[in-house]
T-cell receptor, first 115, second 113 residues
Framework: EAQVTQNPRYLITVTGKKLTVTCSQN?????MSWYRQDPGLGLRQIYY???????DKGDVPEGYKVSRKEKRNFPLILESPSPNQTSLYFC??????????????FGPGTRLTVT | QKEVEQDPGPLSVPEGAIVSLNCTYS??????FMWYRQYSRKGPELLMY????GNKEDGRFTAQVDKSSKYISLFIRDSQPSDSATYLC?????????????FGSGTRLQVQP
């Protein structure tokens, strides 16, 4: 089954404790992206990756890091989480060539709480 | 002012009703217009997309784009309880590199049986 998986689905942590949210897709997509979803603000892009070893900032990259060492994986790293990073996070992927333009496949989400 | 405005709802309708969901936007450079559906505890899934102005129909769903008014709509005919979800409008520029989507905040729809 074609899908984007994220782990963990739920995470409660404390300020300053480094964490990683994993994202994996099995559709051989070149493009992957991370979004955060907050009430009243919709989804906002954090980072994106056009392909392996190619990453760039989105609209709200402060406090986050990413890496793309393999095509299928795109982990989101919070080196020193703060309470304002409490949010619902989504990973997404899509083809870079062909397919429906801008059709992005989203993972199930990771709900992060930072106390 | 947000780039994309969307009424948060909730919008509650009886089964079989026609539903109209709307978004307004401020940036005239947007070229792609999408509607995503998000069920509770799930990620968004693409429902429909339209390039530039015009209408697009897919079964019970019709998407409309009026670029002159900076207004997009999604109509759902013969609404079903299974349509109960949050509907997110999204827009994008012609740039195919970053593929950034600008989302509305979503409208929660409840279809009562």
């Amino acid at each position: 089954e074609a899908q984007v998986t994220q782990n963990p689905r739920y995470l409660i942590t404390v300020t300053g404790k480094k964490l990683t949210v994993t994202c994996s897709q099995n559709m051989n997509h070149e493009y992957m992206s991370w979004y955060r979803q907050d009430p009243g603000l919709g989804l906002r892009q954090i980072y994106y990756s056009m392909n392996v070893e190619v990453t760039d900032k989105g609209d709200v990259p402060e406090g986050y890091k990413v890496s793309r060492k393999e095509k299928r994986n795109f982990p989101l790293i919070l080196e020193s989480p703060s309470p304002n990073q409490t949010s619902l996070y989504f990973c997404a992927s899509s083809l870079s060539v062909g397919g429906t333009p801008y059709e992005q496949y989203f993972g199930p989400g990771t709900r992060l709480t930072v106390t | 002012q947000k780039e994309v405005e969307q009424d948060p709802g909730p919008l509650s309708v009886p089964e079989g009703a026609i539903v109209s969901l709307n978004c307004t936007y401020s940036n005239s450079a947007f070229q792609y217009f999408m509607w995503y559906r998000q069920y509770s505890r799930k990620g968004p899934e693409l429902l429909m997309y339209t390039y530039s102005s015009g209408n697009k129909e897919d079964g019970r769903f019709t998407a409309q784009v009026d670029k002159s008014s900076k207004y997009i709509s999604l109509f759902i005919r013969d609404s079903q309880p299974s349509d109960s979800a949050t509907y997110l409008c999204a827009m994008s520029f012609m740039d195919t590199g970053r593929r950034a989507l600008t989302f509305g905040s979503g409208t929660r729809l409840q279809v009562q049986p």
